[in-house]
């Protein structure tokens, strides 16, 4: 079974991000997919976009924002982004903000992600590891915590 590891490239990941408002928060997730050669910078812009029109919808958990749109030109090839963050912003969500942890997802079509979102829900249902996740340093400290989880 593959980990989230394997989806996830060292490039994709920024622990200790600063980010003003969510729009920010968006934009490094976005940076991060673009930075990993997944997306093209347009998706940041469509992941902006989704929330400015469906509101904080990607605020699916307390402290955790899943940052995404639909498939896409701007996608090259299904990808994730690991962003966490140094100080949490609101999303605007009430019960689920504010956010710490911002994870960017670009998917080339609706079905080819779901493997990668079961392994994702493990890891957010499993609170000791999700602290240690949002606690790490470095890139390769978030990497290596999640190769080791199944």
């Known amino acids: 079974m593959m980990s ?10 920024v ?21 990993s050669g997944a997306t093209t910078a347009a998706y940041t812009d469509e992941m902006i976009a989704a929330v400015e029109k469906h509101g904080p919808y990607i605020v ?7 940052a995404h749109s639909r498939p896409s030109p701007a996608v090259l090839h299904t990808g994730l982004s690991w962003v966490a963050l140094a100080e ?3 999303f605007g ?4 903000d504010p956010v710490r942890l911002v994870v960017g997802l670009a998917a080339l079509d609706h079905d080819s992600h779901i493997e990668t979102m ?7 249902s ?6 240690e996740l949002i606690a790490a340093e470095t890139a390769a ?10």
């Open 15 to 35: 622990t200790r991000a600063h980010a003003s408002d969510w729009r920010a928060a968006i934009q490094l997730a976005g940076g991060a997919l673009t930075a």
């Open 88 to 90: 949490p912003v609101d």
């Open 60 to 66: 699916i958990a307390p402290g955790f924002a899943l």
């Open 118 to 124: 079961a392994a994702l829900a493990g890891i957010l």
């Open 126 to 131: 499993d609170e000791a590891v999700l602290s």
């Open 4 to 13: 989230l590891a394997d989806d996830l490239p060292k490039s994709a990941i």
């Open 93 to 96: 969500s009430g019960t689920n």
């Open 141 to 150: 400290e978030v990497h290596a915590i999640l190769g080791r989880v199944p």
